[in-house]
Structures are given as C-alpha cells and as structure tokens.
C-alpha cells in the first residue's frame, strides 16, 4: 500500500519562499507520475504542478507559472514543490498524488499560510 507524507508547510510572509517535501514508500516510485494539489477553504482542490513518472515533462498551473517549480528525487523517492514569490492567494493545504495506471495515492496535506 502506497504512502504518500509532505512536510514543510508553515506561515510565510508573502514574497516570502518554501519547499514543500513529499517522502514515498510502498510503491515503485519511477513508474508512478507525481503531482501537488492544493485546496483553499471553501474552494475546490485543483492541480498545481505535475512531474512525469521520468521526471523529463512538467505542467503547471497558470496561477503558479514562473514561481513553483516542482521536481523529484528518485533515490530518495521524493517529490518536492519550490514556492518563490508566495502571495496570499497560494494560502491553501497543499497536497502530494502519485498516479500510475489505475492506481492512485495521496498524502494527507501539508498547510500553506501566506500572510503579514
């Protein structure tokens, strides 16, 4: 069974940076492509970024374009989000998926506060 851990969330100033971290186990990490979700209060989980199970293809949201960068460590299988830039609008829990055919897992989140 698939587990999924992120770490690194916290209260950041805006402009202000983190790194989210996402630790896996319990699946063969290079088959699967992994993404970071977030979900707002009150507001739909929606995608962040993507990385492909190789690591050479990544999307993002246009929201995030230029300021998230999202990659993957595949001996520590890991997936990590930069954040630079943060604004008030990033405040959200932050959550890490791993998808691989019809299989899916997902972490429990990590919060994201964007405040002064």
């Keep these: 069974q698939g587990q999924l851990v992120e770490s ?24 699967y492509a992994m993404s970071w979700y977030r979900q707002a209060p009150g507001k739909e989980r929606d995608l962040v970024a993507a990385i492909s199970s190789a690591g050479g293809s990544t999307n993002y949201a246009d929201s995030v374009k230029g300021r998230f960068t999202i990659s993957r460590d595949t001996a520590k299988k890991t997936v990590y989000l930069q954040m630079n830039s943060l604004k008030p609008e990033d405040t959200a829990v932050y959550y890490c998926k791993a998808e691989y055919a019809w299989m899916v897992y997902w972490g429990k989140g990590t919060l994201v506060t964007v405040s002064s």
């Design 8 to 31: 690194g969330g916290g209260l950041v100033q805006p402009g202000g940076s983190l790194r989210l971290s996402c630790a896996t186990s319990g699946f063969t990490f290079t088959n």
